[in-house]
Structure formats: C-alpha cells, structure tokens
C-alpha cells in the first residue's frame, strides 16, 4: 500500500502521526506480554457483572426507521450504577443480537446504518460519558474520566466500562427473551472497551473494532498523542505506580484471548490513536484467530481527510456482512 500524503492532507498537524511507522512496520507491532493474575482477574470482573440484574428499562424514542421500533433505554451495570442508551428492535422476529457502542465522546443518537433489518441492537452509553450516562459517581471526560479509580485495577474506570458492554447483553437478552447471539460493534473508545470485554464473554460471536484504544501501552505512552491519551499520559509520569494498573487494562494484552471472528479498521495515521497501537490489538487478534481476523487499513483516524467517506462505506458493508454472516 502506497502511503498517502499525509503532509499535504495534514500540513498544520503538530507532529507526524504515523510515529514513523509505515504499514510493514504497523503489522509487526506485538502486545505487551500479560502481568500476573491477568486471566483470573478479567474472569472474577465477567462473574461479578453477569451476577447483576439490568433491570432494563424502555421509553419510546422519536427517531422513525423503516426496519426498528427505537426506544431509549436505562438498565443496572457493575457497581449498582444506572446507564443510558437505546435499543433498536426489529419489527419482525430478530435472528442476530448486537451491542454498539461508541467513541470517547459518548453519544447523541444511535446509529443504525450498518444494521440488518432483522438484527435488534443495543446502544448503551459508558458510564460518566454523554449524552447518556453523565453521572456523579464517575469523572466527566473533560475532567478526568480516563484517569478515574487509576490508583487500583479494582476501581479504574475502564474495569466498569467493560462491564457496561456485558450487562447491556444482558439486558439486550432479556428484553428480546431469547439468547441470540452477539455481535459487538465500537470504535475508538468503544473498540478498545470490546475487546477488553470480548475474550471472557461466550455470548459474543464476532466483533468490528474501528481504530481500537488503549492497545500496546508500552508504546502509547511514549508516543505523542491528543485527547484522553495524552492525559493518561500525563498522569503516568506524575504518578509511575499506574503503569502497573494499566497492564491489566491494555486492549492488545485482551486481544491475544479472543477466540472469535473479527474485523478491525487500523489508520496509518492517527493523531488521538497511536496507529501502533491499533494495529497491536489486530496483530493480537490475529496470532490468536488467524484469518478469522480481517483488517481494512484506513488512510487516516480521528481527522478529515479526501479518502475519508469511501472507506467509511467500506467499513460500513463490512460490519453489516459480519452481522449477517453471523446470524
């Protein structure tokens, strides 16, 4: 693949986001081995959430779709806290689940556009993220939310975050009163959410990452970077205890147990994302599945960029024929 033009697309960019790294390199970017206790740990975390009751709640929601009765949605995650979203329910019987989740900055809407007619969704929002589950318990983003409960691998917020991904498939199964099984979907935040929670959950049979978080930290934080990134990293070199915590939350470090079919999208550029570490939690998954895991390179993430609308159709066909395929 030729490497786009980046210094032409990006000629104001305060530094080069591809770190110097060209697709050859990308691809043989390894997860970080996995510290002690890791396993036991994510399996006693999946227990303690499938242990709790989403008591899922429904309103109807305004937004008409040709295929789905949409409704807002609250149910019970990990920690007794309540979280918002939605849910889309065919109108005809469902035949594959899916659970949607979404980018650091939450969400406004559900997105439908790579839903099958026949696939009902859940859209739950993360704890403390908006629009949804803005809450007192948890840090808002702009203050601090990537950081909250950092000091122990028992209250870090992403141990929650995982958990909201479990519990919302709970609760998905208990509105539709059937176990089908589920696909997740997410990007950025929600990519690496998925595939921290992914491994322990036997519900789930495939999953699309687009531009997945909190990959190879060894990496992430010595590579420059924006947004909730450059505040972990930040914190880290004030306080080195938490790059210990960190280990047991690196999304490449989880990708190495998947053990089902997946589609990531991994940019050659990306400002928010080390591309590093994306491509480490594909080459994680890939070790561990083979050709079961597929990768669309994308030109460029978290930016505009000229290419940007045809490959987002092409990740879009992508994620729609994983669904259906498994159905």
Known sequence: ???????????DAPFDATHGYDLDALLQV????????????????????RAVDPQPWMTPDPMTSRHHEVHHIDLTTLDGLRLGGWVALPHGPARIGAVISHG????AEPDLSALPADAAAIFPVARGLPTMSLMPEVLRPEDGHVID???????????????????AATALHQLLEQELPLVFVGGSFGGGQGALALP???RFVAAALNVPSFGQYDLRLAQQCTGSGARVTEYVRDHPQAREVLRYFDAATAATRLRIPTLMACALWDPAVPPAGQFAVHNAARSATGDAA?????????????????????????VRDLINTAA
């Open 294 to 318: 597929r990768l669309q390179v994308l030109s460029a993430g978290h930016a505009e960029y000229p290419s940007q609308v045809t490959e987002a159709a092409v990740w879009l066909r992508g």
């Open 149 to 167: 409960g950092i000091e122990s691998v028992d209250t870090y917020v992403l141990r929650g975050c995982a958990a909201d991904v479990w519990c």
């Open 200 to 202: 322990w959950d036997e």
């Open 1 to 11: 693949m030729t490497a786009p033009p980046f210094q032409t697309w990006f000629p």
């Open 104 to 107: 650091y900055g939450g969400r």
């Open 30 to 49: 390894q997860p970080p081995a996995a510290p002690a206790g890791f396993d036991d740990y994510w399996q006693r975390v999946y227990t303690d959430a």
